[in-house]
């Protein structure tokens, strides 16, 4: 009889485990099974000068956005970068406020080639305008280049087009100062040596040749008027206004208030409204960390996205900053 019982409770035994085993494999396939999430790659035309900045805010929304992943082009100007929209060789691209009015309304660098299916996703950081002059000169203000000789930038180049502009807004012309049109690295050289008086370029500041300057106290930087710039007409209306804070170079003690124009994210209009929503999400629910890593990131700010913004909002963006209150 005790026989029999450890018999039926062997077997009772055996039973379960088979069943359990079938049960876990069951599971197993069902799991193995599930189809992994289909990504949808997008193209983004970063550029050589705005490829960091990209990849850093890139890093960060892709884990958040799940089924979309970015393929970065890392070579191109911002022109390119635009054109590239443009055509369809990108969906996203970084760009510039003043290169992207200039494609939009077919002028200047883009005369008579309007490129009108481009939007705007949201505005970046602020590229400054900055007049950097050596520490022996007497420029204390914008006026005060009359009579000196000042590098602006290679012949028709975004720097030269810019500071035609705050001449005109200040009231000088070419005739008052002696205008010498070099690239950055020659400018830099030439004021080093005392060939020049100054020197004004537009970028994100602070520029590392003139932080290395700054430290020999060779250079100071000079404040800008802004007003003029930003009572003119619509084409004028990239500028904003912006304030290099004290410290940002050695030796300068005071803020310096100067015009400024805003890098951005750019879309081709025809993108889905979805994925631009989603991905003009992403970017502000991800800045704090993303400016971690990047400086300039930390300039990312729903209220101001589309200031200095003259081209059309993509219609997913625009959902996103109604959405915030941002837009009404």
Do not use: W
């Not at 069951?26 to 099974?33: M, N, Q, T």
């Not at 939009?104 to 590229?127: H, M, P, Q, S, W």
């Not at 070419?174 to 030439?190: P, Q, R, T």
């Not at 060939?195 to 537009?202: A, L, P, Q, S, T």
């Amino acid at each position: 009889m005790k026989y029999k019982r450890k018999t039926a409770l062997l077997f009772a035994l055996s039973f379960v485990t088979v069943v359990f085993m079938f049960a876990m494999t069951a599971c197993s396939d069902k799991k193995s099974e599930t189809p992994e999430i289909e990504k949808k790659t997008v193209t983004i035309a970063a550029g050589s000068t705005y490829n960091g900045y990209c990849k850093t805010i890139i890093d960060g929304i892709e884990p958040v956005l799940g089924d979309i992943e970015f393929d970065v082009q890392s070579k191109g100007s911002v022109i390119n970068n635009i054109r590239g929209v443009a055509e369809g060789n990108a969906d996203f691209a970084m760009s510039r406020a003043d290169v992207l009015y200039q494609a939009y309304n077919g002028v200047e660098l883009f005369d008579g080639e309007a490129v009108k299916n481009i939007r705007v996703v949201t505005g970046c950081y602020a590229e400054a305008c900055q007049l950097v002059v050596s520490q022996k000169s007497k420029i204390n203000s914008f006026e005060d280049i009359k009579g000196k000789t000042i590098a602006v930038g290679e012949i028709n180049s975004l720097s030269e087009m810019i500071f035609s502009k705050i001449l005109k807004s200040a009231g000088i012309t070419e005739k008052d100062f002696k205008k010498m049109n070099m690239g950055y690295k020659d400018a830099l050289s030439a004021i080093e040596n005392e060939e020049i008086d100054g020197m004004f370029f537009v970028a994100g500041a602070p520029v590392t040749g003139i932080m290395k300057l700054a430290v020999t106290e060779k250079v100071k930087l000079v404040p800008i008027e802004s007003e003029g710039l930003l009572k003119t007409d619509d084409k004028d209306s990239y500028f904003v206004k912006y304030t290099i804070p004290a410290g940002t170079y050695s030796g300068q003690e005071k803020d310096i208030d100067t015009p400024a124009v805003k890098t951005a994210v750019i879309v081709r209009e025809d993108v889905s409204a979805d994925t631009v929503y989603r991905i003009t999400k992403a970017i502000y629910e991800t800045k704090e960390a993303a400016a971690e890593k990047f400086e300039k990131c930390s300039e990312l700010d729903e209220e101001s996205a589309l200031e200095g913004m003259t081209v059309p909002v993509h219609e997913g963006a625009e959902k996103y900053y109604k959405e915030i209150g941002v837009l009404k």
